[in-house]
């Protein structure tokens, strides 16, 4: 029998689909059975690239158009693999060919399509800080405050000693699946303007209302960080910090010595705040990198059973 040099029938033989949660990628397998026009050499690796290109390239994409209105419109071809069928003389071989996505499927009143997870934890574990006055301050802090006269409230300082108190904080920390392939929207999401975001966004306060927090810079984004999932997607994760005092401290002013200047009773005679100032930007946007960003928060906001809009 001559050596094979192409597919001459082809026929879809078993499928199987299966669908997760929102947690859990989609699958779909698909079995061909092929039939060369001639011997394939099973260890010859340009014949066996015949055979499993009944399937085309791994990567990719199972529809011709790339959706996020269809169960499957976002899954590409992830891994292939061919058998050979007894007593054919290696020219039939049954080839199996798995796909999946990450993206999810939502249903919710107006909303109905893929989306890709994001996920959020949320920690409250106090701060232990120096406390010299304690509330009711006349001056109380909020963000990139540095006051120069006393901010008020009780002194609660021995001879120029702080006391340590312990005072409201929490973290929150959102995670979101990127897919870089740029489908199907064309959007420029690239490792290199993943990780930009990420940078752009480390260190800045809140500008407007942001998920559980709808005050103005109320929260920071502090760090950032992208990690590679596998294939097309990324993971880009973004910590925040919510803190009672806003992140300042309390600061005596000090004497020639580098003291805590006292009054007549020996406590600090003067005790401000000080902070790092940092700017503002709106921290909403870290959403654009997800499929959909108004579905993305509207998660953040509420968990994976999302009310929409």
Not at 7 to 20: D, K, P, V, W
Not at 83 to 96: A, H, Q
Not at 114 to 128: F, G
Request: with cysteine; hydrophobic share 40%; aromatic share 8%.
């Amino acid at each position: 029998m001559a050596t094979a040099t192409a597919i001459s029938r082809s026929a879809i033989t078993a499928q199987n689909f299966s669908e997760g949660g929102p947690s859990q990628a989609s699958t779909y397998s698909v079995v061909r059975r092929v039939t060369m026009n001639g011997t394939v050499d099973v260890e010859n690796a340009t014949q066996m690239a015949l055979v499993l290109g009944a399937f085309g390239a791994p990567l990719s994409s199972l529809r011709t158009t790339m959706l996020l209105t269809e169960r499957m419109g976002m899954m590409r071809l992830r891994t292939l693999s061919a058998t050979p069928v007894p007593n054919t003389e290696s020219s039939v071989f049954d080839v199996t060919a798995k796909y999946d996505q990450l993206y999810t499927w939502n249903k919710a009143t107006g909303l109905t399509k893929l989306q890709l997870p994001v996920e959020v934890d949320l920690d409250a574990t106090p701060r232990s800080v120096l406390m010299y006055r304690s509330p009711s301050f006349s001056t109380s802090p909020s963000a990139n405050l540095n006051t120069t006269t006393d901010i008020g409230g009780t002194k609660v300082d021995y001879a120029g000693k702080p006391i340590q108190a312990l005072i409201s904080q929490m973290t929150m920390r959102i995670s979101m699946i990127v897919d870089c392939s740029n489908e199907p929207t064309g959007a420029a999401r690239t490792l290199v303007t993943v990780f930009d975001k990420v940078s752009t966004y480390s260190n800045k306060w809140n500008s407007t209302a942001f998920p559980h927090f709808s005050a103005a810079s109320s929260v920071l984004c502090e760090t950032g960080s992208v990690s590679h999932v596998r294939d097309e997607y990324y993971r880009a994760t973004f910590n925040f910090r919510w803190d009672q005092w806003f992140l300042c401290e309390q600061q005596p002013k000090t004497d020639v010595w580098g003291k805590a200047a006292l009054d007549a009773s020996g406590a600090a005679n003067t005790v401000t705040w000080k902070s790092n100032v940092r700017s503002a930007i709106d921290l909403n946007t870290i959403f654009d990198l997800s499929s959909d960003s108004t579905v993305a928060k509207q998660i953040a906001r509420e968990g994976s059973f999302i009310t929409y809009p």
